[in-house]
């Protein structure tokens, strides 16, 4: 199976930055795409950024210019750089991968970290 972990959320002031990271273990193959959503109280989950193997990235309007999703030299591992954080950025941030593995394709999730923004 697949499991992806995410890190590096946390309460952050508005202006600050974080750093979220998120690696993918266990029977990869290849991964086609990772991505990073959030889903705030009340909200629907929404894709905030992501890249897929061939380096094309889409972001969602309101972080344009302020986030920026990479990935690592390990090619199962996403990061998530957010600079100038709002405090309308705070939610649950959610990794997201979609592959194949020796069991066949997958879409999974990471358990969510905790994004929070102080005014």
């Known amino acids: 199976q697949v499991q992806l972990v995410e890190s590096g959320g946390g309460l952050v002031q508005a202006g600050g930055s974080l750093r979220l990271s998120c690696v993918g273990s266990?029977?990869?193959?290849?991964?086609?795409?990772m991505g990073w959503y959030r889903q705030a109280p009340g909200n629907r989950r929404e894709l905030v950024a992501r890249?897929?193997?061939?380096?094309?990235?889409n972001y969602v309007d309101s972080v344009k210019g302020r986030f920026t999703i990479s990935r690592g030299n390990a090619k199962n591992t996403v990061y998530l750089q957010m600079n100038s954080l709002k405090p309308e950025d705070t939610a649950v941030y959610y990794c997201?991968?979609?592959?194949?593995?020796?069991?066949?394709?997958?879409?999974?999730w990471g358990q969510g970290t905790q994004v929070t923004v102080s005014s």
């Open positions: 997201n991968a979609m592959g194949s593995g020796s069991f066949g394709v997958f879409d999974i």
């Open positions: 266990g029977s990869i193959l290849v991964i086609n795409a």
């Open positions: 890249i897929t193997s061939g380096g094309t990235t």
